[in-house]
Structure formats: C-alpha cells, structure tokens
C-alpha cells in the first residue's frame, strides 16, 4: 500500500488491486451526509436508502473526466418514491428523498425498513449531463425487489459489460462530545484485466422460454475468471461496519483485504455538501411556468414562496416581485 497519509471522511479514495487485475473505489462521508440527513429529519430506514444513493452516486461520478454533473433518480411504487442525488463535478453533491409519510410509518410498524422493501419495483436512471451544448447519456436498470448495489452490478453488467460489485452501508453513530451523526461508506470493484476475453460472465436469464426447450444452467464461478472470483471472495467479507466506522481508515480496509495481492491507492478527492440553488436560478425557473401558472403560485397575502427541495432553503418574493414575476 503506498502514500503515508490517510483518508478522512467525505473522500473517494481510487485504487488499484493489481494481482487480480481490480480497480475499485472507496468512499467515505462523514459530515457531508450528516447535514444532508439532519436537515431533512427523514425517518431513519429514509435516511439510510438516501445515504446508500448518496455513496454510490460519488463512487460513480467522481470518474468523470470533465466539469459535468452525475445524476442518479431512482422512481419506484414503494413507501420511498423517489431517490435523487445530484453531483456536480468535481465535488459538490445534493440529495433528497420524496417517500409517503403514512406508508413508511406503516412499514416501519411491520418491520421492513431495508431499502429493497422501501423502494418496492420501479427503476433506477443514471444521468450524465456534460453541459447544454452536449447530448445527455442516461442509462436504466429495472428495479424488481433489488438492492441498490444489485442494481448498480447489473448496470454495469448490461451497459459496460464490466464486471462490478458494489457494497453500501450507512450507520447513524455515536460521537462523544457530538452525539449522533450520520455516517455513510461504500465500495466498488471492477474486474479490467488487459485481456478483454478474460471478463467472462454468465449469460443474463433467458426470460420466458418456449416450452420444452432445454435450458443449461451455468454456475456463474464456472465461467469468471479466477482473479474476479477472489476478488469477490474478498469483497464479501466486508462488514457493514468497516465501511462506516471512522476509527478503520480506507487505507486499513483496502490493506486487510488485498495485501496478499498488493493494493496501490491513488490521490483521493473530496466531497462537499452544498447546493446548487438561487435566488437568481429560482426566479429563472418560475419565468419558465406560464403565466396562468405563475398567478396559481401567488399567496393570498400577494407573495410567492418557493422552498428548494434538496436545502431547504426558502426564497420569498414580496407583492412588488411578484407582480413583476406574474406580469413578465
């Protein structure tokens, strides 16, 4: 393992496990994901679906080599509807969550508080945006009772054709002298060896096939490579706990897991917690709407008031704005 300086909370730390041919990344959020929680008092079980959505979203978005933005959405029929994370390259990260009160209440009350039982079926968008004067790229996996890091395996593997895997893992901790805070970890392996034929993987389920026909099953371990299988291997020994604890830095983690391979960490980038929202971004947006729907907006006392979903920060516009808003 090289570099004699460790990482501290709100970084993605790249590295490279080049025994087995894996490039991975590590992320770990400290008080970014705090004051994206705090701020909202989500429900806990909420909180630790939008921390997960969080963590995969910088593991994912820090890999862009240009000023854009990495947008994961997730749209589902369970008590949290939707997901959003929005990365703005190439640190800034803001995120929300949109759930049905009475539903989580009621699925916390029978408790089923993971996140595969608050998304329910849907599916999962990953946006790239480069820019206005760019083609947006977005690529989407169903949701069908899978975890996010399932679902974000099975981007990989229908899109890139790269074998992936992903963990996640939030916690809300205890800190003396702090009291509790939001922590959130994740990690992600990539099998990139130099030979392309080596990436083998089993075949996707057929579907519905036609009756009487003959379907070979195949163990998926029969067909990988040995490396991707050991690094699996690995991976699965990773405790929640490891992911999130800031008393076990990355650099400790990567070494228990691949020091019989030899692991090298790349240059770490941070993360901040901050918004994209303004006042001028905000009376943009509202010159969008139509008229009709910009004196629907007005109050009854003349104002108009808008509240940024993912800061909470509340823009008011006086009688006088608004009549120039809604006569524009």
Request: net charge negative.
């Amino acid at each position: 393992m090289t570099d004699s300086h460790l990482m501290g909370d709100d970084h993605i730390l790249p590295f490279q496990a080049e025994g087995l041919d894996v490039r991975g990344r590590v992320v770990r959020l400290g008080p970014a994901i705090d004051t994206i929680l705090r701020r909202h008092d989500y429900p806990a079980p909420v909180s630790r679906a939008l921390g997960e959505a969080t963590a995969l979203t910088l593991m994912l978005g820090t890999t862009l080599k240009f000023d854009g933005r990495f947008i994961l959405q997730t749209r589902t029929d369970g008590p949290v509807r939707m997901l959003v994370v929005d990365f703005q390259a190439p640190d800034r990260v803001r995120a929300c969550a949109t759930f049905d009160k009475d539903a989580v209440a009621e699925a916390i009350a029978a408790g089923k508080t993971s996140t595969i039982d608050l998304l329910g079926q849907g599916h999962l968008a990953m946006t790239i945006d480069q820019g206005p004067e760019m083609a947006r790229y977005q690529g989407i996996v169903a949701l069908e009772g899978e975890s996010l890091e399932a679902a974000a395996d099975q981007y990989f593997r229908q899109s890139e054709q790269i074998p992936t895997r992903v963990r996640l893992a939030v916690a809300e901790n205890y800190v003396a002298g702090e009291g509790q805070s939001w922590r959130a970890g994740g990690m992600m392996i990539q099998f990139l060896p130099t030979s392309p034929e080596r990436m083998r993987m089993a075949d996707l389920p057929p579907g519905d096939a036609p009756e009487g026909a003959e379907i070979l099953e195949q163990r998926e371990h029969d067909l990988e490579d040995d490396s991707w299988v050991e690094a699996k291997l690995l991976m699965g020994t990773v405790e929640d706990h490891e992911l999130t604890d800031p008393n076990v830095p990355a650099e400790e983690l990567l070494y228990r897991l691949f020091h019989e391979r030899g692991a090298r960490v790349f240059e770490s980038s941070p993360v901040v917690e901050k918004c994209r929202c303004s006042r001028e971004a905000v009376t943009g947006m509202l010159r969008n709407f139509s008229q009709q729907d910009r004196r629907d907006m007005v109050a009854d006392d003349g104002s108009i008031v808008v509240t940024c979903e993912f800061c909470n920060t509340r823009y008011a516009f006086d009688k006088a704005e608004t009549e120039e808003l809604v006569n524009a």
